[in-house]
């Protein structure tokens, strides 16, 4: 049942009959947003597909008309009907609150409407019901004020996690509505890493200069594959996470190919004969140690997608609200993901250490360079988190941790 209420929330409006094509059209858009996403960023990235599709879920329960039909074109969208597209949700996030003991999994969805707007009943049951997201009135024109009310609500939802995440430059006279988005996941890996192997070693960076962070070492049985396509090389190896709901996917090019490039040849079909040939094999993996945090504004990656009309005076958001003024300004998400030995800040003894003895498997992993990420829902192969780490970042971390390497 679990397997089936997930799949339904990352495919918001795809309905309830579970196969391939349904997780195709959910990678197809990830990998939309992700190369849109790269246009304007060329260092680090972080993102979540579910975030962003629940964020267009609540703007598309009240568009009418070229607002409604671009966002439900850009997600790639059954026809059907609203109930059917959202009737499961609310079962989802009872279940998934049951397992918060093997993984954490904070989700934060909000409407901020600018007082004077009347939003309408139906629009807030929905939303309540279907995304469990609060809608709230502010006054954007205190928007210093308005930016401490929202920042503290998004902290209070990710356990303290994301902190700071509007500073009132980001609201100006006109602003009527923003959609806000914030995600919070770590999980126990189901193997971890021993900190005694962690290691401090080189990573070239995309500009070919090199850093000295910590890097973990393990001796691991996962999944794993080596592919070709298009005269370059590259290594993929899952790392699943306890309960194996969720696994991390790394996706190593070789040394000698240029990330960007890679980066444009992947297709949601490419993802998914990872997801199907990789086989289960003996690894040397070194992996570092790192984090990404990281507040986007979509607009920009929405509007190469041909979602438009919602940033535009006068679209239709009738669902929401009578008034003829209210349109989208921003559609912020901010995520925080960490990769550490034990997978999750709240490391436990539990698990089973793998110790490090090199040299005796076939197959190395050897994550020294730029590599892309993603994190997703086994049962359904849909995308939770998909990113790039360019750079390791190593100026968040304690002075004692990199000492003690």
């Known amino acids: 049942m679990d397997k089936i209420l997930l799949w339904s929330l990352l495919l918001i409006f795809s309905g309830s009959q579970a196969s391939r094509p349904l997780a195709q059209r959910n990678i197809e858009f990830a990998v939309d947003l992700y190369q849109a996403i790269c246009l304007s960023h060329k260092n680090n990235i972080i993102f979540s597909p579910l975030g962003t599709t629940l964020g267009l879920g609540m703007v598309q329960l009240g568009a009418k008309g070229k607002a409604q039909q671009q966002i439900r074109q850009t997600l790639k969208l059954q026809e059907t009907s609203a109930g059917e597209e959202f009737s499961v949700l609310k079962s989802f996030f009872s279940a998934i ?43 954007f024109q205190d928007a210093k004020t308005s930016a401490e009310t929202i920042s503290t609500w998004v902290e209070s939802k990710t356990d303290g996690k994301i902190k700071d995440m509007f500073s009132g430059e980001d609201f100006g006279p006109l602003t009527r509505l923003i959609l806000v988005n914030a995600v919070y996941f770590k999980g126990d890996w189901k193997q971890k890493f021993t900190k005694e192997n962690t290691q401090l070693m080189n990573f070239t960076k995309k500009d070919g200069a090199a850093v000295k962070i910590p890097m973990m070492k393990a001796l691991v049985r996962t999944k794993y594959g080596y592919f070709s396509g298009s005269s370059m090389n590259y290594q993929v190896l899952e790392l699943p996470y306890k309960g194996d709901e969720f696994s991390l996917i790394i996706v190593l090019p070789a040394e000698d190919v240029n990330i960007e490039e890679m980066e444009k040849q992947i297709t949601a079909h490419q993802i998914l004969k990872w997801f199907s040939e990789m086989q289960e094999e003996e690894v040397e993996v070194s992996l570092p140690r790192f984090q990404v945090e990281q507040k986007l504004d979509f607009k920009e990656a929405l509007y190469s997608l041909n979602i438009t009309e919602i940033f535009s005076g006068g679209c239709d958001l009738s669902g929401i609200t009578d ?19 034990d997978g999750s800040e709240a490391a436990t003894s539990a698990g089973m250490h793998i110790p490090v003895i090199m040299s005796l498997a076939q197959n190395q992993f050897i994550a020294n360079h730029p590599f892309l990420f993603i994190v997703k829902n086994n049962p359904t192969e849909s995308i939770l988190f998909m990113g790039r780490v360019t750079n390791p970042d190593t100026q968040k971390m304690k002075g004692r941790d990199l000492d003690s390497l």
């Open 97 to 139: 609150s049951e397992k918060k003991q093997e993984f954490t999994f904070n989700l934060a969805n909000a409407l901020y409407l600018q007082e004077g707007f009347t939003v309408k009943e139906q629009y807030l049951h929905s939303n309540k019901e279907f995304f469990q997201s609060a809608i709230k009135l502010v006054d």
């Open 323 to 341: 008034s003829a003024e209210v349109f989208i300004s921003q559609v912020m998400q901010h995520v925080f993901f960490e990769i550490n030995e």
